[in-house]
């Protein structure tokens, strides 16, 4: 719908986003045996926009963040290892798609336990509009390869590790019409990835 609307109305629109918010459930017995289920969300980027940059690891249309790191520890067996924007995720333009973000987890546990995920944007990449570049997909990681099927039931091991990239949002406009303090900006605060 976004892509109709950018030809009638180019400057109220936004590049494609990471489209849903990514759910994440596990389910097991913690380190006492204590049966268990969590379930957290998390978000993308969004799409960059006429006059903006997308929004790095937020929902659209619902702004939300996801929960934080902290929240997630106290209330269940899980431990966040990793929760960081993914540098390169936001598609290239004159605004920039806004940036996903790689979460890494384990379960403290002893026993083999279900993860579920939820995901979305995992083989289409989300569209950057007007010469904008497309955002990267997202992807499951169990211990460090990614599942056959990244959307089925997972029964892991104790030890495993799960690692979640969630997608970025595309780009809006051509990348060469970037303003170069941004493109600092960028560079100083790792959004992107320099080229070699």
Do not use: H
């Not at 990449?125 to 039931?153: C, D, H, S």
């Amino acid at each position: 719908m976004a892509g109709a609307l950018s030809q009638a109305l180019p400057d109220r629109v936004m590049a494609e986003g990471s489209a849903n918010i990514w759910g994440v459930q596990v389910a097991g017995k913690d380190l006492q045996g204590k049966p268990f289920t969590y379930i957290f969300f998390t978000s993308g980027g969004t799409g960059a926009r006429a006059t903006k940059d997308g929004l790095s690891a937020t929902a659209f249309p619902s702004g939300v963040l996801g929960t934080p790191a902290e929240v997630i520890e106290t209330l269940s067996p899980l431990l966040i290892e990793k929760k960081e924007l993914r540098p390169g995720s936001g598609g290239a333009g004159k605004f920039r798609g806004g940036l996903g973000q790689t979460i890494q987890l384990r379960v403290r546990t002893r026993e083999p336990f279900v993860c579920s995920i939820l995901c979305d944007r995992t083989r289409t990449r989300a569209q950057g509009f007007f010469g904008g570049q497309p955002g990267a997909t997202g992807q499951v990681l169990i211990n460090g390869r990614p599942p056959a099927n990244p959307k089925a039931e997972q029964i892991l091991p104790p030890d495993a590790v799960v690692e979640i990239r969630l997608p970025g949002g595309g780009g809006y406009g051509q990348a060469e019409e970037r303003d170069g303090e941004l493109i600092r900006r960028d560079l100083r605060e790792g959004y992107v990835v320099p080229a070699p």
